[in-house]
C-alpha cells in the first residue's frame, strides 16, 4: 500500500475523534538539514469546531490565523500559545474546520538533537507536551499550511506502534467551556512515561506498547 492510500485510510471518512486515536502508536517524522528527528505520538486531542467552544473555528470562526484549518485533510495547522508553537494536523474535508492537536511523543530518531533543542532537557520533559515536542524537533512556522502528505514532517506508517489500551479523558487547560470542558476528547496511550502530567507510578513496564510479535500478528487491529 502506497502512503497516500494509507494516509487516506487514516484521515478520510473517520470522525476527528477515530483519527486522534488512529494517530496513536504513529511514527512522527521530521526532516531536517541536518538528519531525522522523530518518534511515536502517545497523546493527541480532538477539536470539533464549530460546534466546539474550544476550538479555534468555533462558530465558523474565519480569521487568517485559522485559514489553515479550513483546508484539507493532512493540513498542517500550526499556532502559538503562551510563546509555544503547536502542532494540529487537519482532519476533515476542505471548509470543516476540524483538527486533531498533538499533544506528546515518545523520541525515538535524534533524541540528543531534540534535547539539546529543549536546551539539555533529558527523560519525559523532552517531549511530554504540545510546545515541548514542537520545540524538540525544532518544527518550522513554515509547516503552517503544508501538509503531512508531501511536507518535511511526515508519518511513517511502517513504523508504527499498536498501543495496548487507549484511554480517553477530558482535554487539558480547557476551562470554563462548559460540557466542551469534560468530553472524554483527549485520547492517549495507557501507561507511556512521555504523557503530558503523568504520574510516574502510572508508568507500565512496557511503556503502554502491544509486544512486537503481538504488533506483527495485529496489524490493523485497534
Known sequence: MTNQKQLDELLLNKTTAEVAKDLLGMYLEYETPNGRLGGYIVDAEAYLGPEDLAAHSY??????????????????????????????????????????????????EGIEKMSLNRKGKAGPDISNGPGKLVAALGLSPDLYGQSIRDSSLRLVFEKKRLPK??????????????????????????????????????????????????????????
Not at 490565523?65 to 474535508?93: D, F
Not at 501507561?191 to 502491544?210: A, F, M
Request: no cysteine; hydrophobic share 35%.
Open 165 to 222: 489500551k487507549i484511554l480517553a479523558l477530558p482535554r487539558i487547560g480547557i476551562p470554563n467551556k462548559g460540557e466542551w470542558t469534560e468530553k472524554p476528547l483527549r485520547f492517549v496511550v495507557a501507561g507511556n512515561p512521555y504523557l503530558s502530567l503523568q504520574k510516574k507510578n502510572q508508568v507500565d513496564e512496557d511503556w503502554g506498547w502491544r509486544k512486537q510479535n503481538e504488533e506483527n500478528n495485529n496489524i490493523g487491529l485497534p
Open 59 to 108: 462558530g465558523m470562526r474565519r480569521t487568517p490565523r485559522v485559514r489553515a484549518m479550513y483546508e484539507e485533510p493532512g493540513t498542517i495547522y500550526l499556532y502559538t500559545m503562551h510563546t509555544h508553537l503547536i502542532l494540529n494536523i487537519i482532519t476533515q474535508p476542505e471548509g470543516v474546520p476540524q483538527g486533531v492537536m498533538i499533544r506528546a511523543i515518545e523520541p525515538v
